[in-house]
């Protein structure tokens, strides 16, 4: 039974191709591969403000949506309608802000001015890691919030001073919900 020609160079066009696909893949690369490298100084310096801007400014408007807004609106009193949602949102909102913030105090040190600009904000940032589970609980709120705010705006004057203007941003629930 005669086979079309058209079958035949169809056969040794794929065979070609398996063929150069397969010796392409089996040789040593040890000798031609470059290593990966990681990202530059100067990338990570020229990239450390942008960063450390989106990170603060997130951590400041999730403080401010979620914690000093509805503590000035007097949803975490007792007996205020929503106030155990007020408070997770809350729990969640300090957690999240005080993630951001670590985030954002790492990014500093890539950038000299900023680094030294927010070394004095270090202790107060470390200071905010078990302030969210006493929003959670409801206990002494005011402290808290006030606390929260105090630190977001000195991190916000740290990285104004260094030519780093934070805005708030507030954060998706998802992003909340995520960390």
Same mark, same amino acid.
């Not at 470059?34 to 990570?44: C, L, N």
């Not at 802000?97 to 500093?108: E, H, I, V, W």
């Given at each position: 039974?005669?086979?079309?020609?058209?079958?035949?160079?169809?056969?040794?066009?794929?065979?070609?191709?398996?063929?150069?696909?397969?010796?392409?893949? +089996? +040789? &040593?690369?040890? &000798?031609?591969?470059?290593?990966?490298?990681?990202?530059? /100084?100067?990338?990570? *310096? =020229?990239?450390? =403000?942008? @960063?450390?801007?989106?990170?603060?400014?997130? $951590?400041? #408007?999730?403080?401010? *949506?979620?914690?000093?807004?509805?503590?000035?609106?007097? =949803?975490?009193?007792?007996?205020?309608?929503?106030?155990?949602?007020?408070?997770? %949102?809350? #729990?969640?909102?300090?957690?999240? $802000?005080?993630? @951001?913030? =670590? !985030?954002? *105090?790492?990014?500093?040190? #890539?950038?000299?001015?900023?680094?030294?600009?927010?070394?004095?904000? /270090?202790? #107060?940032? &470390? $200071?905010?890691?078990?302030?969210?589970?006493?929003? @959670?609980?409801?206990?002494? /709120?005011?402290?808290?919030?006030? /606390?929260?705010?105090?630190?977001?705006?000195?991190? %916000?004057? !740290?990285?104004?001073?260094?030519?780093?203007?934070?805005?708030?941003?507030?954060?998706?629930?998802? *992003?909340? $919900?995520?960390?």
């Amino acid at each position: 039974m005669p086979t079309p020609i058209r079958h035949l160079v169809v056969a040794l066009v794929l065979c070609c191709a398996l063929l150069a696909g397969a010796t392409a893949c +089996g +040789g &040593d690369d040890s &000798d031609t591969a470059a290593a990966p490298t990681g990202t530059s /100084t100067v990338e990570r *310096q =020229k990239l450390a =403000k942008t @960063r450390f801007v989106a990170n603060a400014g997130l $951590a400041a #408007g999730a403080t401010y *949506q979620w914690i000093v807004k509805p503590w000035r609106a007097g =949803k975490f009193k007792k007996g205020a309608d929503g106030r155990t949602s007020a408070l997770v %949102k809350a #729990g969640l909102a300090g957690t999240f $802000a005080y993630n @951001r913030l =670590k !985030a954002a *105090q790492r990014n500093a040190e #890539g950038d000299p001015t900023l680094s030294k600009a927010i070394a004095p904000v /270090t202790a #107060g940032i &470390d $200071a905010l890691k078990d302030l969210p589970s006493k929003l @959670r609980k409801g206990d002494s /709120t005011d402290a808290v919030v006030g /606390t929260f705010d105090d630190v977001i705006n000195q991190v %916000k004057d !740290a990285g104004k001073s260094a030519g780093a203007e934070v805005t708030n941003k507030v954060p998706s629930a998802s *992003q909340l $919900a995520s960390g």
